[in-house]
C-alpha cells in the first residue's frame, strides 16, 4: 500500500521560505516518479515540480530559481525547498506519486496522492 503524507506547510511573509516534507512508504517499483502539485481555491490543480528515482528534476517556469525538490532514500522522504515565496505561492500543497519511467506534469497520471499541507504567503 502506498502512502504519502505531507508536513511543513505554515503561514509566512511575503520573501520567506518553507520546506515542505512528504514521507512515503509502499513502494512497489524500482522506477518511479515523485511530484508536488499545488491548488489554489477555485483553480485547476497544477504541477510544481517532480523528480525521478534516477534523480532528474524539472520544475514550472513559475517556482524555477526558487523552489528546489529533493529526495532523501534512506529515510524515504521527499522534500520542497520553497525560498522567495510570492502571495501566488498561497495554495494547498500535495505531493503525489506515480510508477514507471514516464514523470510529467499532468496530475490524472498520478495515482496516489497525500492530504495536502497549507501554505499561505501575506504580502
Known amino acids: 500500500q502506498v502512502q504519502l503524507v505531507e508536513s511543513g506547510g505554515g503561514s509566512v511573509q511575503s520573501g520567506g521560505s518553507l520546506r515542505l516534507s512528504c514521507a512515503t512508504s509502499g513502494y512497489k517499483y524500482s522506477s518511479y516518479c515523485l511530484g508536488w502539485f499545488r491548488q489554489a481555491p477555485g483553480k485547476e490543480r497544477e504541477w510544481v515540480a517532480s523528480i525521478t528515482s534516477a534523480g532528474i528534476s524539472g520544475y514550472a517556469d513559475s517556482v524555477k530559481g526558487r523552489f528546489t525538490i529533493s529526495q532523501d532514500n534512506a529515510k524515504n522522504t521527499l522534500y520542497l525547498e520553497m525560498n522567495s515565496l510570492k502571495p501566488e505561492d498561497t495554495a494547498m500543497y500535495y505531493c503525489?506519486?506515480?510508477?514507471?519511467?514516464?514523470?510529467?506534469?499532468?496530475?490524472?497520471?498520478?495515482?496516489?496522492w497525500g492530504q495536502g499541507t497549507q501554505v499561505t504567503v501575506s504580502s
Open positions: 503525489a506519486a506515480k510508477f514507471g519511467t514516464y514523470c510529467g506534469s499532468d496530475a490524472t497520471r498520478y495515482n496516489y
